[in-house]
């Protein structure tokens, strides 16, 4: 089982910055390949961004240069520093963590939100 909790959403300016974190509460951090996903109100789950166990990323091209995904090995970490922040990035943003092992989809944090607005 696999505990992740994401923290660090709220309300930004247009053109601002967040900077997303999502801890996992399990022995195995770097076996798992962790994404961030978002959806806004009537709108489908998306992913944003992704990075594989041994560190490659992957970005949704709508925040490719905007985004940048990393994670802390010795924290059991994942970030999304989110810049340039834009009123269509507005939605709630969830961390998952998935490998072969793991449940189908993987498993879930409960979602920060992210509103942009001025």
């Known amino acids: 089982q696999v505990q992740l909790v994401e923290s660090g959403g709220g309300l930004v300016q247009p053109g601002g910055s967040l900077r997303l974190a999502c801890v996992a509460s399990?022995?195995?951090?770097?076996?798992?390949?962790m994404g961030w996903y978002r959806q806004a109100p009537g709108k489908q789950r998306d992913l944003v961004a992704a990075?594989?166990?041994?560190?490659?990323?992957n970005y949704a091209d709508s925040v490719k240069g905007r985004f940048t995904i990393s994670r802390d090995y010795a924290k059991n970490t994942v970030y999304l520093q989110m810049n340039s922040l834009k009123p269509e990035d507005t939605a709630v943003y969830y961390c998952?963590?998935?490998?072969?092992?793991?449940?189908?989809?993987?498993?879930w944090g409960r979602g920060t939100q992210v509103t942009v607005s001025s």
């Open positions: 399990v022995n195995s951090f770097r076996v798992y390949d």
């Open positions: 990075i594989t166990s041994g560190g490659m990323t």
């Open positions: 998952n963590a998935n490998n072969l092992r793991a449940p189908a989809g993987g498993y």
